[in-house]
């Protein structure tokens, strides 16, 4: 039996898939908006004169898609992002009308890029109500211990700070005395508050257990998972203002370390096998470790997703997609050593200091973006160790390093294909 | 943009002309985005965004969904314990 080369599979899973579609050519044809609009793509006269149907229908159902794109767009840049970035990030109605210009030019260039911003719109608002529901499940179920296990966390970390302005004995000796007297009192105060609310939730585990011996034990159970159920809570509003962060300092200061950041914790983690999981439970509640460890997935996923939008993202016009192919071209020739171009290093080198002179020079937030996204495909070096990871078939961020993976290695790759890579 | 001249960038690189494909380079940098690349810009960053995001809530929603069947469940063994003391407590009234 032949066997399918990687071209040939590559092909037939990149092969449009519609048995029966009940696209009706004259349909998109009567529309006279529609046929304006297609007649000022470059290939426009032709495919309304050859009635390409496959081609025609692309188009148009991606047509019919960018006003809810661009308002989808727009919701999330006024709503989540601004607040999400405390407002470093926001855009005037001349940056959304860019917006919709490139959706318009992306309906001829890559159609389907639309509809998958979508499914990634959709997605995340379904991963959001799932999230509201179990949220809303997680407070009808704990009554009134939840405020009770709140309010204890809240205490604990009151103590714990003032324990540390209280200081240790040599850093005690160089404070005033009025000074320390103050500091002592709000930690007594504040010790004293935890110790009643403890004693008023083993009061009510006590009343309980003697009630019902079997219904204290399972108190302490609840209150358990509670506890972590809050406390996922507090790393998840964590690893968004984490990310945030890195997010804001791509546009409002040109700040792209984070992402070589981003490459040296990538590498570092791959040594350490499976970690890529927020391990909220296995941390022992201890804030420290928990931030250095959401530090890590935080700019491991930011890296991953990095170059997955720079090599899929399509960023403006044919001369800009020009100069990022001819970027690619030259640095992966200049790595082979290919025609005697010398080290890849120096052609990394070259075009790496020719986009941070232009970045350093350029105020516009968009500007530097597109450069950030140029400059990520000058550096070969930090995509290879994730291509090299390990799979994680069980995590989500696992399904995603795959994804990402899958993508590396292909010049533009679907998410269909990834995801069937994945599967195999 | 201005168009970019792919072949002669080649070229110069491969002549060693450094400084000319540097200068090549630099002037089609810093020319003015579109505003259709810019729209390109912020367009990349918002799926960035929400595929971070994503990432992160499901994880969250991962451990959500497996912490509340077992809250459920104490919940529904905490309402058979009520239930079995209260039968207890009428059938002790009784016997006494």
Redesign the interface.
């Known amino acids: 039996m032949a066997r399918l080369s990687a071209r040939d599979l590559d092909a037939e899973l990149d092969a449009p898939q519609r048995p029966e579609s009940s696209f009706r050519i004259e349909q998109a044809l009567n529309n006279p908006e529609f046929t304006a609009f297609l007649a000022q793509a470059e290939d426009g006269q032709e495919l309304i004169e050859t009635k390409d149907a496959s081609e025609i229908e692309r188009r148009y159902n991606a047509y019919l898609l960018v006003d809810l794109t661009t308002a989808d767009i727009k919701e999330l840049y006024q709503d989540q992002i601004r607040r999400d970035t405390g407002g470093e990030i926001q855009l005037d109605d001349r940056a959304f009308q860019g917006m919709e210009a490139h959706l318009r030019e992306l309906v001829h260039r890559r159609p389907e890029a639309i509809a998958e911003f979508g499914r990634d719109v959709a997605t995340y608002r379904d991963t959001q109500a799932k999230i509201d529901q179990g949220r809303q499940r997680v407070e009808q179920l704990g009554g009134s211990l939840i405020p009770m296990i709140r309010e204890r966390s809240q205490l604990k970390e009151r103590v714990a700070a003032a324990k540390k302005a209280k200081g240790n004995f040599v850093t005690r000796m160089f404070k005033r005395a009025d000074t320390k007297r103050a500091k002592d009192a709000e930690f007594d105060a504040a010790s004293r508050e935890l110790q009643q609310v403890q004693e008023r939730m083993r009061s009510v585990q006590a009343q309980r257990a003697e009630l019902r011996t079997m219904e204290g034990s399972l108190d302490a159970l609840q209150e358990k998972f509670f506890t972590d159920a809050l406390w996922a809570d507090e790393v998840k509003d964590q690893a968004q203002q984490r990310t945030m962060n890195l997010l804001a300092g791509y546009t409002a200061r040109g700040d792209f370390s984070a992402y070589d950041k981003a490459a040296t914790l990538t590498r570092r983690v791959q040594g350490g096998g499976e970690t890529s999981r927020i391990q909220y439970l296995d941390t022992a509640h201890d804030p420290q470790q928990v931030l250095e460890h959401l530090d890590t997935i935080v700019a491991e996923r930011m890296h991953d997703e990095l170059v997955v939008t720079a090599e899929t993202a399509d960023l403006g016009s044919e001369p800009l997609n020009d100069l990022r192919a001819s970027i690619a071209t030259f640095t992966q020739a200049a790595e082979r050593g290919a025609g005697g171009r010398g080290d890849a290093q120096a052609a990394d080198r070259l075009v790496r200091e020719t986009l941070e002179e232009v970045m350093d020079d350029t105020e516009d937030p968009a500007k530097r973006l597109v450069l950030g996204f140029l400059r990520l495909s000058v550096r070969p070096a930090t995509a290879a160790p994730a291509a090299a990871r390990p799979a994680r078939a069980t995590s989500a961020s696992g399904r995603r390093g795959g994804r990402a993976a899958a993508s590396r290695s292909q010049a533009r790759p679907t998410r269909r294909r990834a995801a069937r890579r994945t599967t195999a | ?4 001249d ?1 072949q002669r ?2 070229q110069l ?2 002549a ?1 002309k ?1 400084d000319e ?2 200068q090549m ?2 002037t ?3 020319a003015e ?33 497996e ?2 069947p ?3 469940t ?2 529904q ?2 309402g058979q ?2 239930d ?2 209260k039968l207890a407590d009428v059938r002790g009234s009784l016997a006494a």
């Open positions: 943009m201005q168009a970019f792919t960038f080649t690189l491969a060693g450094r494909a540097k380079l630099k089609v940098l810093s985005l579109t505003p259709a690349e810019q729209g390109a810009a912020y367009h990349a960053l918002a799926q960035l965004y929400l595929r971070v995001q994503q990432g992160l809530s499901e994880q969250y929603l991962e451990i959500l969904q912490l509340l077992k809250l459920e104490i919940d063994l905490k314990a009520q079995q003391g």
